[in-house]
């Protein structure tokens, strides 16, 4: 059987917030499922349209926007460019008119209040998030297709299996930390050098690189845009968004006119201790206030933990000297291969492995890629990796009224601290006496996903979700 490939650029993902599985994959979900008819199909046929959401894409969808996503999928627009200013005036006028174009061809009527149903009894038992397609077609004939959204934005098809780029041989195949090892050992290549080897199989290494910066720039520009709007988050929680405030005070009242020159005054204001951990916190918060509001994001692995490698890479840029191109790139690519092998041994899901799968993986994300570019070997990355996780193992997902918003945002600046604190052990430790491998709390990460209730996996059933008890209807 051929092993799953997995890209740098499926790791991490542009898109809209707030959650890389409950809005970004059925969005994706939607256009595959669209562009499927359209390869058999005249989209003038169509007749109407219906969506069937399940499990946990039920019970939390509302607060995720999936009813959005899968409208604005349906309507053949796309994550990557769709102007987000744009979201609330268009499904107003879908709400209001009853009315959509689908795939910008055909105008039918579609009511999102009846045309979407949110099955909140209802499971399949492939993944927690599906969400089903039922198309009918003038001639009376129907088309019904089920998609599973399976974590950081991956869509499989029923019955298909993977979720990445399967189509190329790499030349390091790479399934597990001891095969990444492997071929370090016998090549001499660094984690980020490997990672772009196996890039070349899909694009030339000009191609790769400036993919990786375009990932950067919509991160980098997402910090500073979060840094600067202040007021209350969308959803009814009446969250108050607090990275601009924060951004503020510590630049004491002074404005800059782009993200360089305010880096600059950042990086001059001082290195003492509790100065860098604010601002470490204040770019994860600038990140996750921003997907919270349906913003451009990246997802690193996923939208709910998007902030994560973001603060930690511009803490290495802000303060560890790293305001370098190539450094980015060895930064985003150690990162992604980290996240990769999470995928192929546990999950990237929420919705099946609770809070660890999001905040872990990207806590341990984060942690290799800073330890790579601060000179360490690729033990001490691994081991950088392996100590981020395994602080997180069992972190539950319990989001108050199924919004990415408590205690989904604060989690962010406690990954991306984790993770610089566990760089700073790695590259101060012997990775040789190690007594936990990567390998080893990947599989204990899959293990306590399974034994976790389901109340703890992206359902809002149970923790911080009941014990603040807010329900959408009441805000």
Known sequence: MKKESISVFDIFKIGVGPSSSHTLGPWRAALRFL????????????????????????KTGHGHGTDVAVILGLCGEDPV?????????????????????????????FD????????????????????????????????????????????????EQGGGANDVELPFPIEKNADLLHWCMKTGLSISEVVMENESAWRSETATKAGVLKIWEVMRDCIYRGCHISGELPGGLHVTRRAAALNKRLLKD????????????????????????DWVSCFALAVNEENASFSRVVTAPTNGAAGVVPAVLQYYIAFCDGFDEDKIIQFLLVASEIGSIFKKGATLSAAMGGCQAEIGVSSAMAAAALTECLGGSVRQAMMAAEIAM??????TCDPVAGLVQVPCIERNTMG?????????????????????????????????????????????????????????SEC
């Open 35 to 58: 562009d499927g008819i359209a390869a058999t199909e005249d989209l003038q046929n169509i007749a109407s349209v219906k969506v069937l959401l399940y499990g946990s894409l039920a």
């Open 81 to 109: 460019t769709f102007d987000v200013n744009e979201i609330t005036p268009r499904m107003r006028q879908i709400s209001e008119q009853k009315k959509m174009k689908v795939g910008k061809a055909k105008e039918i009527a």
């Open 254 to 277: 002074k404005t800059y006119n782009n993200h360089q020159e305010w880096v600059a005054a950042i990086r001059e204001g001082g290195q003492q201790f509790k100065y860098t951990l």
């Open 112 to 159: 999102p209040a009846v045309d979407v149903e949110f099955l909140m009894n209802e499971s399949l038992p492939f993944h927690p998030n599906a969400l089903t397609f039922l198309c009918s077609f003038e001639d009376g004939r129907d088309v019904a297709e089920t998609f599973y959204s399976i974590g950081g934005g991956f869509v499989v098809k029923e019955n």
């Open 416 to 472: 991306a601290i984790k993770a610089i604190t566990a760089s700073q052990l790695a590259l101060q430790s012997n990775p040789d006496n190690a007594r936990v491998s990567l390998d080893a709390v990947v599989n204990t990460m899959w293990e306590t996903a399974l034994d976790m209730n389901h109340k703890y996996k992206e359902t809002a059933e149970g923790g911080l979700a009941t014990n603040i008890p807010i329900s959408l």
């Open 390 to 395: 395994e602080h997180h193992l069992g972190l």
